[in-house]
């Protein structure tokens, strides 16, 4: 069965999730990860939007996170304000879903700028609520395609906090997450090590171990147990393409 570079990532993204994990999503793969993650093994999934909607239930696919369909059978909806200070900062958040254009060797990721931030090369999106999410979720999943660009040794720009500076750096700047527990890529699973830096974890079938390194800016290690990831199911390809994104807004023109 064939399945694009889009729907890889989204099924093992959605695979990381536990049952009962309280998930800070945004719109996106993201989005499409955790309701795939809700409609297979993790029915107990509980996702809580940025705009205030906590225990969201979208009967259709949400356009943007303040998207009507979000609040349709949530459990509560509240404040932006309250979802931060009442929910993330107290570390009511199991999981935060991150993307971002630059992802570096310590799990930092850049959403703002390519280049020096006063005469940028690109200025992108910017942080949104990335910036918190990276501090104060109990744990972070991001969610990329793997190309050089996208994998530098360092980021020209920290919107969000991973390991920082290397071992060390994020305890001392006080954040209370944990950081990233893994990046999911169209090549494989990247994960830190004791020392917080990207290791290589896990391979996507037919991948290889040379095109992970090609694709990162840093020499890139692989984990002494590298395993391989199972393919996307028949019931999983079904319910995204079918269910979750049936039009392609999300997963349009990736060759699935």
Request: proline content about 7%; overall charge neutral; some cysteine.
């Amino acid at each position: 069965m064939t399945y694009s570079p889009a729907e890889l990532m989204t099924v093992n993204a959605a695979r990381l999730l536990r049952d009962g994990d309280v998930v800070f999503v945004g719109v996106g793969l993201p989005n499409l990860a955790c309701n795939l993650a809700r409609r297979t093994h993790a029915p107990g999934l509980m996702l809580v939007y940025e705009a205030g909607v906590i225990g969201a239930q979208p009967a259709r696919l949400p356009l943007s996170i303040g998207d009507p369909t979000l609040v349709s059978g949530a459990a509560s909806v509240c404040s932006m304000y309250e979802i931060f200070a009442f929910y993330l900062q107290r570390g009511l958040i199991d999981v935060g879903f991150l993307g971002g254009a630059q992802i570096d060797r310590f799990g930092n990721v850049n959403a703002t700028v390519i280049g020096p931030y006063n005469k940028p090369k690109v200025r992108l999106p910017g942080s949104g609520g990335s910036a918190e999410i990276a501090a104060w979720a109990n744990r972070t999943y991001l969610i990329t395609p793997h190309q050089a660009r996208r994998f530098p040794a360092r980021c020209d720009f920290v919107t969000g906090a991973g390991g920082l500076d290397g071992p060390g750096a994020r305890k001392a700047s006080g954040v209370r997450g944990a950081g990233p527990a893994a990046v999911v890529t169209d090549i494989g699973l990247l994960a830190p090590d004791a020392d917080g830096e990207l290791v290589l974890v896990a391979l996507h079938p037919g991948r290889t171990i040379d095109e992970a390194r090609a694709n990162t800016g840093w020499p890139l290690r692989v984990a002494d147990d590298l395993r391989t990831t199972e393919p996307p199911s028949a019931d999983e390809l079904r319910l995204l393409r079918e269910e979750l994104d049936p039009d392609g807004v999300y997963l349009k023109g990736s060759g699935g």
